[in-house]
């Protein structure tokens, strides 16, 4: 298996709801991350995980969580969005160890807020 | 902060052509990687590269360090090509915070 897989593709939600994304990857890949992506930018990162603990947190907002129950899995908890947190969410994830490895990226969930 | 800056920002090109995508940086880097971005959403990675040229069916990558400088070529293009492709830099020892270039979108036409 070598791919990292998200769910749902698309989500439509409204300010007061609460919703999840869901990744997996089963690559044995110990560094998971969360970006977002605005039409025609190229993705910004929100969160890292390495080994299952959060080692970078980009400034985000606390109406996005993230939670890495297991090395396999990465949620990003959603609650009280706004509309311009429309756009598209990407996860990736890496191997352990080594300067510099490739970000294995899934398809995305398309993200609107109305 | 490592600046990341690609050329062109759009590219068209007639079905079997040529095409090289440039890319510089302004600092040091551990890496860097050459990504795909088609219509919808999902990124795949092409390479990384920290020294030389890397090859993989019809995609070229090469990377001068010295010139702090890489080029993506494709040969024969074709129209399944077209996509945004995206520059990104890793950077020394913090291997996890990637700077990415803002993409050069390119048309292929039959």
């Known amino acids: 298996d070598t791919e990292v897989t998200q769910t749902p593709k698309h989500l439509v939600m409204g300010m007061t709801n609460k919703k999840s994304l869901k990744c997996e990857q089963h690559?044995?890949?110990?560094?998971m991350y969360w970006y977002k992506q605005k039409a025609k930018k190229p993705p910004e990162l929100m969160f890292v995980y390495s080994y299952e603990k959060l080692s970078i947190n980009e400034s985000v907002p606390s109406r996005f969580s993230p939670e890495c129950p297991n090395s396999s899995l990465l949620n990003l908890h959603l609650h009280a969005l706004q509309p311009e947190d429309s756009a598209l969410y990407l996860c990736?994830?890496?191997?352990?160890?080594?300067?510099?490895?490739?970000?294995?990226f899934g398809p995305g969930t398309r993200l609107t807020v109305l | 902060k490592n600046e990341v800056e690609q050329s062109p920002q759009n590219l068209t090109a007639q079905e079997g052509e040529f095409i090289t995508i440039n890319c510089s940086y302004s600092v040091g880097i551990s890496a860097l990687h050459w990504l795909q971005q088609h219509p919808g959403g999902g990124i795949v990675s092409l390479f990384m590269l920290s020294s030389g040229k890397k090859k993989h069916g019809r995609l070229i990558a090469t990377i001068n360090i010295q010139e702090k400088h890489s080029s993506l070529h494709i040969t024969a293009s074709h129209p399944r090509d077209s996509a945004v492709y995206i520059c990104?830099?890793?950077?020394?020892?913090?291997?996890?915070?990637?700077?990415f270039g803002t993409g050069t979108k390119l048309q292929v036409i039959p």
């Open positions: 990736a994830s890496s191997p352990p160890g080594g300067a510099a490895d490739t970000q294995y």
């Open positions: 990104a830099v890793s950077p020394p020892g913090g291997y996890q915070k990637v700077t």
């Open positions: 690559m044995g890949h110990r560094a």
